[in-house]
T-cell receptor, first 109, second 112 residues
Framework: EDQVTQSPEALRLQEGESSSLNCSYT??????LFWYRQDPGKGPEFLFT???AGEEKEKERLKATLTKKESFLHITAPKPEDSATYLC??????????FGAGTRLFVKA | NAGVTQTPKFRVLKTGQSMTLLCAQD?????MYWYRQDPGMGLRLIHY???????AKGEVPDGYNVSRLKKQNFLLGLESAAPSQTSVYFC???????????FGPGTRLLVL
């Protein structure tokens, strides 16, 4: 069964304390892996799409990487405004997209 | 450019009542989607559309119907609401395929 698991469920960081969020997946075929950011009470906001192992994408303090079994979202020197829930999703073909439950990130000043 | 908008923002229904959620996008996207989001679970796809006049079932379609009469609008209907349909509903659109989806602000639905 296709599955996407994100860890940890919640992560508390001090401002400037770099860390990584994990998204592991077991799917029959990977068409693409996506990262979204979701603020409380709002819809998800697209961050990155990764298509193949070894691919990396960066945006400001965020960097997403992909291997054959997992993806990492690295956050460098986070700020309080980076606090949000980060969602990982995998498209396995056609329009079948499986979302993970998300990692809630809290960054304290 | 409003992006994706959803109406209403919040609604309370009694079991057995019906309602329609409206999603509108002004980005001329071909593809539109309806998801539900429940605590501790990932977003789950209810129905989707690959163009005006087309609809298809997603992962959890039971109890819902959809229509895409105009390219910019995607309607989600609940014919007879059940407490299990209490959730936050998100609409999304994309220019081509499931990559880079743009989400609306969500509709919070409570079924008593």
């Amino acid at each position: 069964e296709d599955q996407v698991t994100q860890s940890p469920e919640a992560l508390r960081l001090q401002e400037g304390e770099s860390s990584s969020l994990n998204c592991s997946y077991t799917v029959s075929g990977l068409r693409g892996l996506f990262w979204y950011r979701q603020d409380p009470g709002k819809g998800p906001e697209f961050l990155f799409t990764l298509y193949s192992a070894g691919e990396e994408k960066e945006k400001e303090r965020l960097k997403a990487t992909l291997t054959k079994k997992e993806s990492f979202l690295h956050i460098t020197a986070p700020k309080p405004e980076d606090s949000a829930t980060y969602l990982c999703a995998v498209c396995t073909g056609g329009f079948k997209t499986i979302f993970g439950a998300g990692t809630r990130l809290f960054v304290k000043a | 450019n409003a992006g994706v908008t959803q109406t209403p923002k919040f609604r309370v229904l009694k079991t057995g009542q019906s309602m329609t959620l409206l999603c509108a996008q002004d980005m001329n996207h071909e593809y539109m989607y309806w998801y539900r989001q429940d605590p501790g679970m990932g977003l789950r796809l209810i129905h989707y559309s690959v163009g005006e006049g087309t609809t298809a079932k997603g992962e959890v379609p039971d109890g819902y119907n959809v229509s895409r009469l105009k390219k910019q609008n995607f309607l989600l209907g609940l014919e007879s609401a059940a407490p299990s349909q209490t959730s936050v509903y998100f609409c999304a659109s994309s220019p081509g395929g499931p990559e880079t989806q743009y989400f609306g602000p969500g509709t919070r639905l409570l079924v008593l």
